[in-house]
């Protein structure tokens, strides 16, 4: 019987790619001056290509999103834009929370227990 399963919450993948003449960059960090003046310019302008896609279900653009991956999605990107990445810790255990062992000791900790209120129950 297993008595624990610890899989991710959470497993996001963000991909990024800019062409700029001819050129590609995997994030804005990456570009010359020049390129960055340009980028945030077609970003402010509406005229950058963005795709979304969430659990293999794609959208046309943030607003086709429902509001709760909208948010998640920009929350996402409000921290890799602050910090320059984000990391979610893998809480994947290797081995059970308890041990074989250790599950006998709270069975037989908690018979004993049940049987000293029967055993009062039974007294009056």
């Known amino acids: 019987m ?5 899989r991710p ?11 700029y003449n001819g050129q590609e960059y ?5 570009l010359p001056p020049e390129v960055r003046i340009a980028y945030e310019k077609a970003l402010h302008d509406g005229a950058v ?5 969430f659990n293999g279900e794609q959208f046309a653009n943030e607003d ?20 320059g990445e ?4 893998n809480w994947e255990r290797s081995e059970p929370l308890l041990t074989k062992r250790e599950i006998a000791v709270v069975a037989v900790f908690a018979g004993g227990i ?3 209120i029967l055993a ?3 007294m009056g």
């Not at 995997?26 to 990456?30: G, L, N």
């Open 2 to 6: 297993k008595c624990y399963d610890f």
């Open 9 to 19: 919450a959470v497993s996001i993948t963000l991909k990024s790619k800019i062409r």
């Open 26 to 30: 995997s994030s804005p960090a990456e």
């Open 49 to 53: 290509k963005k795709r979304f896609v």
């Open 64 to 83: 086709a999103m429902p509001a709760d991956i909208r948010k998640l999605c920009d929350d996402v990107i409000g921290v890799i834009e602050n910090n």
């Open 86 to 89: 984000v990391t979610i810790p």
């Open 114 to 116: 049940v049987a000293l």
């Open 120 to 122: 009062r129950l039974a």
